[in-house]
Nanobody, 125 residues
Framework: QVQLVESGGGLVQAGGSLRLSCAAS????????MGWFRQAPGQEREFVSR????????WYADSVKGRFTISRDNAKNAVYLQMNSLKPEDTAVYYC??????????????????WGQGTQVTVSS
């Protein structure tokens, strides 16, 4: 079992930056691909980004490409999401998750087994 805790969310003005962290306990993250998702009010949870086990390969939703950067530190058992040039439409609860099901697309929730409680990001215009 893996327990994930996200942090780093908050209120920021449009154009600002935040760095989200996802800390794990229970098991090492170093054997899992990791993802970030977000859920805005009244909307379904959507894929944001994914990082490979080594951190070498990364994937992004088109809506955040060029503005967000995912990274990981396996020694610290943590994953990060650097968010720059934030927009009001980035407002959501952000979740990190462990990918476990590789028969499903990595952009779908069903590919992930363990989720944190989320951290709120609010971007004001």
């Amino acid at each position: 079992q893996v327990q994930l805790v996200e942090s780093g969310g908050g209120l920021v003005q449009a154009g600002g930056s935040l760095r989200l962290s996802c800390a794990a306990s229970g098991r090492t993250l170093s054997t899992y691909d990791m993802g970030w998702f977000r859920q805005a009010p009244g909307q379904e949870r959507e894929f944001v980004s994914r990082v490979s086990i080594s951190g070498t390969n990364t994937w992004y939703a088109d809506s955040v490409k060029g503005r967000f950067t995912i990274s990981r530190d396996n020694a610290k058992n943590a994953v990060y999401l650097q968010m720059n040039s934030l927009k009001p439409e980035d407002t959501a609860v952000y979740y990190c998750a462990v990918q476990r099901d590789y028969s499903r697309s990595y952009i779908t929730e069903g590919a992930y087994a363990y989720w944190g409680q989320g951290t709120q990001v609010t971007v004001s215009s």
